[in-house]
């Protein structure tokens, strides 16, 4: 990885903050331009009803870097010599503002699932993080599930076999975060089946590697007192693997920060429909 490339970082973030001008962002290739073809999965045209989402920060460090590194933002105040030290010391803090600010710039709104052009808008947020110069993209492909339950606990389960490099305890964790999106998703009607776009993103920190997860699979999904079914068989299961350039992140930070800090917990909060 050959790591960020200023001007564009200059013109990505210029772009996304309210008080620059816009610019144009430079292509990617064709392995973006396949990416964002794909990214639909096929329900181009189709009414998605909500798009709740789920977020975590995983790995070997995942917790402790969090933590380290949103005691350290608190310290820091507002002095913006001492907040540009704790980004650069602390670069999971430049996964999150950079995809904060990603989120901001799209319009999607996970705390409100339902809303309305949601699902395009979202299209735009995980599109925008693929082209952001912060982030090498390992790979994105699409999976395909066959599921013979339509009990949605069961489902969940086989759809997070499918996220890369998170195990044990974070597995569990982010398997509750998603059954209880069920619950947001879902109307208290047991009459009306409705497509929802469930999205899960996890943080993962090992060592020095800060590497980013993006999985997304449309549901059609009914509620029938309390339990949550989906007459589904097949499902497509949309990833994402990226990785940020730690190495040039020191170059960069001054300019993240003069755009938005967001810190682990913000993160965290914002990305996780309730």
Do not use: C
Not at 107 to 119: F, I, R, S
Not at 228 to 243: G, P, S
């Amino acid at each position: 990885m050959s790591g960020s490339d200023p001007q564009r970082v200059s013109q990505w973030l210029a772009s996304r903050n309210p008080r620059l001008q816009p610019a144009m962002l430079a292509s990617r290739g064709a392995q973006y331009r396949s990416f964002a073809a794909a990214l639909d999965a096929g329900l181009a045209g189709k009414p998605v009803a909500a798009v709740p989402s789920a977020a975590a920060i995983s790995g070997k460090d995942g917790t402790s870097a969090a933590a380290a590194a949103d005691a350290a933002l608190k310290a820091a105040g507002s002095d913006r010599d001492k907040l540009i030290q704790t980004l650069i010391a602390n670069p999971i803090l430049g996964a999150t503002s950079v995809m904060d600010l990603a989120l901001g710039h799209s319009g999607y709104n996970p705390l409100d699932p339902a809303q309305a052009g949601n699902y395009a808008a979202y299209i735009a947020y995980v599109t925008d993080i693929v082209k952001a110069p912060f982030f090498h993209l390992n790979y994105s492909d699409t999976k395909n599930l066959h599921q013979k339950s339509d009990n949605w606990d069961t489902l969940i389960g086989n759809i997070v076999e499918l996220f890369e490099g998170i195990q044990g305890q974070d597995q569990s964790r982010i398997v509750t975060g998603l059954k209880q999106l069920a619950h947001t998703a879902t109307s208290t009607s047991d009459k009306e089946e409705k497509l929802n776009v469930f999205s899960q993103q996890a943080i993962s920190v090992n060592t020095s590697q800060i590497t980013v997860g993006i999985y997304y699979s449309s549901v059609s999904m009914i509620e029938h007192d309390g339990k949550h079914t989906t007459r589904q068989a097949d499902y497509i299961v949309n990833r994402a693997f990226l990785t940020f350039y730690t190495e040039t992140w020191p170059q960069f930070a001054p300019m993240v920060a003069d755009a938005k800090i967001a810190s682990a917990n913000d993160w965290l909060k914002s990305m996780s429909s309730k």
